[in-house]
């Protein structure tokens, strides 16, 4: 079975913009310097990206997500229809007789398939310890079920049974097994006939549940990838990569999806990697593998694909790569990476696949079942029907598009980020804030958090930025990702007729939206006339993401996770095409109240900064005077006045911040909403609050001294716009 949970993704967001330096636009706006003015904004959308530390990104999502589930055991056990069968399995998971041990190990594989409710069952009666336990049987064959068990269980529950096989020192066994299976392998390669009867089943059975399994772990936590770090992977790992020709295809790709996740911002495994140009040199034959003769598509094993992805996905991590290796003269992303990854996420279509795994599900409905688990009729547990060999091709497929799209969000995340460190500690800050913060200033700490990841200066990793060009030509391609189908999300409360398409449909959908983000990231701040003077583009751009969202719907609750994140990552989607196109967007009524409906009911800042961020792009649409006023009032209404701002302090900042670039230019036809309203009093009144809630920031917490500096911009900014406008007397 060839799952992918996501790996780490890189997630730089609109949010955070500060407020441009108003001395600055006051005199570009009265002396005509508009480049000037133009190039002050963009320096200052640049020095707004989220400089988040990089700290525990790893995460191993559920292909079988459990949400919709109420906590506890007894929901679980109300919801499950197979309760009666899990006592007999753990009770003969510790039988004397081999064959009712073994017989145990393939029903918990057998009956957890694409049931959470019953793999919560099992989790509640110590399946994990139990299995755990079975990985040091004195038979063999038990040892190979027990393994493939907790494999599964690794891909189906995700992060929390990964922990808790942590926890349970799975790491222990699985050591012992890396050594049996590197001289199997060597065995089997070099001299068949030598190596023993079972050397197949461990080379490629055995060996993709125990890689399966370490891949999992190291997505869990960075405790337990820091454990993983010491049994040095790498080229165990690699002698895999590097025999493909003669191995099945389950194992390689098993190995290189670990490596994958092993060298994602993990300096170990990038280190080690790096330090064998052999190993580079098949990572990137691999990557360059040709998938087409004389123009024509080759019919591969999806697998196949997804190895070079995988290659390209490591590549990627590792750059830039040094020399003398033959890769290190390639440009990884302009001759490897996107050649191989456009073709791949624009080759699928999410509504065909939807369907027919649909017709497939109706299918298998009518099919007879084995009804009850006995010694005689239950099925190996790689037992798979034509039905299930189908939707795991599928899901195969989407799995694919979905590790292109993670990559892709990296390459388009072009802008560099300073370190997890940077300006912690800047002298300026100090001699700003003077004496009244002598008491915050020998209080901070630098926080730990990523320290762990963070590369020396001469192996730091950067980005290289993509044409313009190059980026939107992805654009039209993503936004059909972003498009969901009859199964991309599950009905309210209840679970998806078959759960691993759903999770892999809106992971792919998040992934793409993720994409998104950074190439209008990306283009906010390049300032690329040829693309903002493309209007059309942009309107349609901007109408696609709202057809996403109406078809995503607004339900919350349990197991609509996934709606909720889309709507967060695709309004910071919007502020990006907001930006790049400001003032030719025509504001509908209809998309500002759900705006302001989401700015208030979620209890995210950072989520209401990007509504007030997008909300400030619709706003200054010349010829919208009402729905101008419309969204001028809401910003003003989170403005502190007689107490602190109802919205949170950033989402406060974002708003004045909004307010001062929304009318800045008193000669739009919009002003009249800020002369009518009296806008300049209302103001006034709150810098006395703007200044006490910025004043209690925290700075050491994570991005307080940037939000601190920041907040004390926009104030700034916010007293010289006032005497601006007073002395306009307009």
Known sequence: ???????????????????????????????????????????????????????????????????????????????????????????????????????????????????????????????????????????????????????????????????????????????????????????????????????????????????????????????????????????????????????????????????????????????????????????????????????????????????????????????????????????????????????????????????????????????????????????????????????ESLEAKLRTVQLSLEILTGICATLPDPGPDADENDPEEDEMDGDEDEEDAGDAEPSKDGEDDKMDDDESTTSIAPKSSSLLNLVFPLLALIQPTALSFPPLSSASPHPPTTSALSAIHISALQCLNNIFLSLSVSSNEAVSKDVQNGLTIWSNIWSALQLVGTQTGLGQERREEFWEIAVGVLWGVGNVWKGSIEPQGEQITLLMQLCDSTKDERLRVKCVGTLECLAQFPAAIEQNKVIAQYLLSMLPTSGPSPAGTEPMIQAASALIDIYSDETLPYDINFRQGNFVQTLAASVDGVKKAVKAIDRRKEGGMDLRRRGDLVRENLVDFIKYRKSLKL
């Open 1 to 391: 079975m060839n799952i992918t949970p996501l790996s780490a993704l890189v997630d730089f967001d609109l949010d955070h913009v500060p407020a441009i330096d108003f001395l600055e636009v006051r005199y570009c706006l009265s002396t005509g310097l508009w480049k000037r003015f133009l190039d002050t904004s963009l320096k200052a959308l640049k020095m707004g990206k989220s400089q988040k530390k990089r700290a525990m990104r790893r995460h191993n999502p559920m292909r079988v997500p459990d949400s919709h589930i109420p906590q506890g055991l007894a929901a679980a056990s109300e919801s499950s229809s197979k309760t009666g069968q899990v006592l007999p399995i753990m009770q003969k998971m510790e039988s004397p007789d081999a064959s009712e041990r073994k017989w145990a190990c393939v029903a918990v594989s057998n009956i957890i398939q694409n049931d959470p409710s019953t793999r919560r069952l099992l989790q509640g009666k110590n399946v994990v310890g139990a299995l755990i336990t079975r990985l040091s049987d004195s038979e063999e064959e038990v040892v190979a079920e027990a393994m493939g068990a907790l494999r599964n269980l690794c891909i189906d529950g995700g992060y929390d049974i990964c922990a808790e096989m942590y926890n349970k020192s799975i790491l222990t066994p699985l050591k012992t097994f890396i050594p049996k299976i590197s001289a199997t392998l060597e065995q089997y390669l070099t001299s068949p006939g030598s190596a023993p009867d079972n050397a197949k089943k461990i080379v490629y059975e055995f060996a993709d549940n125990v890689i399966t399994t370490l891949w999992c772990l190291s997505e869990t936590s960075n405790k337990a990838l820091n454990a993983i770090n010491e049994i040095k992977l790498v080229p165990f790992l690699m002698s895999f990569l590097s025999s493909k020709d003669s191995l099945h295809i389950a194992p390689v790709t098993a190995a290189a999806q670990c490596l994958y996740v092993l060298t994602d911002d993990n300096r170990p495994a990038i280190v080690e990697l790096r330090s064998d140009a052999n190993y580079i040199s098949c990572l990137l034959s691999i990557a360059k593998a040709e998938f087409s003769v004389n123009g024509k598509q080759k019919e591969l094993d999806p697998r196949v694909v997804t190895l070079s992805v995988l290659a390209a996905g490591i590549l990627q991590n590792i750059s830039p790569i040094p020399g003398p290796s033959v890769a290190s003269a390639v440009e990884i992303d302009k001759e490897v990476t996107l050649p191989l990854l456009q073709p791949v996420i624009s080759s699928i279509s999410l509504p065909e696949i939807s369907k027919t795994v649909q017709e497939l599900i109706q299918r298998q409905a009518t099919e007879p079942a084995i009804e009850q688990l006995t010694l005689k009729n239950l099925p190996r547990s790689d037992h798979k029907s034509e039905i299930e060999l189908q939707l």
